[in-house]
């Protein structure tokens, strides 16, 4: 829809984030409240200790979720199940089938945060991804290979040649959601695939490239996997983003880690971006003089592609400078939002 590029206000109809990563236990309290205002549903990584990888476990998870959440918040989580070699079909199907499992999630073992129980070789899920394949239900991938001898910065890239596009060839049907793409060659392999095929793309990326990790000193916490490439990776990302193309859409990742964990020896990876997640991405669209896409990236293509019903609730951003907190506590943790500090043009006024 037309947007006045000076107005004061942004209304949209209510959002989603299709990537989320919520944690568990007095954690899983604080940042749920975040990601409920204002996104009305969320796809919900399934990476804790132990994964997610049953029915039963999903479910008693959604449960906790629900339950640190305020009933008005109107906020659905949707489940994801954790891929593992071993990972049986017809649990899969059966989730899917009690309207348990939205999604499932393919880690190559090792390649981010409690990724250690993910897939060693995708040919072993072959089984799984055409049960998927036959009942509808989406692949999320984590596209890198973790092949020691690859450049961590090559990682997406090789993914597609050596595993996605393989994959895609081997199941003409399965549809697939390429998570929290990084690179050019993403975005130009979503665009030139079948509409089976769709992708997100976080506000950190959308803002950030190498440099804003490694020049005047090592910046943890912007240090997120997959990890921030060249500049031109960035600005291919914000022209797909902001393009109108509705085989992008937002996904934040965000995913909270306490200072300590961030600014040690082996920081973690991940950026909490939940706090300024639309906020970040309205500035993203502003500068590219694309508001008028916004809402179709936030709220209209991911719930498409996933065959869900559009929100009917609005949210309204206010034109105001306002200065990010330098720190949001979580169950006793510190933590570092995305931003922090740094001020900002857009806010969000309710969610309704």
Request: hydrophobic share 45%; aromatic share 8%.
């Amino acid at each position: 829809m037309p947007v006045d590029p000076s107005a004061e206000r942004l209304v949209l109809r209510r959002p989603d984030d299709w990537h989320v990563h919520l944690r568990d236990g007095d954690t899983l309290t604080m940042v749920a409240r975040h990601t409920a205002w204002p996104f009305a549903r969320a796809i919900i990584m399934p990476n804790l200790t132990p994964p997610v990888t049953t029915v039963d476990a999903a479910r008693a998870y959604r449960d906790r979720i629900l339950a640190a959440v305020p009933a008005q918040a109107g906020f659905t989580p949707l489940m994801t199940a954790y891929l593992t070699d071993e990972i049986d079909p017809e649990e899969i199907a059966r989730g899917h089938a009690e309207g348990v499992f939205t999604a499932c999630k393919l880690y190559p073992a090792g390649a981010t945060t409690n990724s250690a129980a993910g897939v060693t070789d995708i040919r072993r899920l072959d089984a799984v991804l055409a049960r998927m394949q036959e009942i509808g239900m989406p692949l999320l991938v984590h596209g890198e290979v973790v092949d020691a001898d690859i450049d961590i910065f090559d990682r997406e890239a090789v993914f597609i040649e050596r595993v996605l596009a393989p994959t895609l060839a081997r199941f003409p049907a399965l549809k697939v959601v390429f998570e929290h793409i990084t690179t050019r060659e993403a975005v130009d392999f979503v665009r030139a695939a079948d509409e089976r095929v769709a992708a997100t793309i976080t506000a950190h990326h959308l803002e950030l490239n190498r440099n804003d990790l490694l020049v005047g000193g090592i910046r943890p916490h912007n240090y997120c996997l997959p990890v921030a490439k060249r500049e031109q990776h960035r600005i291919a990302l914000r022209e797909a983003a902001t393009s109108g193309n509705p085989k992008f859409f937002l996904g934040t990742d965000t995913a909270p880690h306490a200072i300590a964990d961030k600014e040690s020896a082996c920081g973690c990876a991940g950026i909490f971006s939940a706090p300024v997640a639309l906020e970040s991405y309205a500035k993203v669209f502003e500068e590219e003089g694309a508001l008028e896409q916004l809402e179709a990236f936030a709220s209209e293509n991911g719930p498409r592609f996933y065959g869900l019903p559009l929100n009917e609730g609005s949210v309204t951003l206010e034109r105001c400078a306002w200065t990010v907190p330098e720190i949001v506590e979580a169950g006793g943790l510190r933590i570092r939002p995305f931003h922090a500090g740094q001020s900002l043009g857009w806010r969000v006024l309710r969610a309704d």
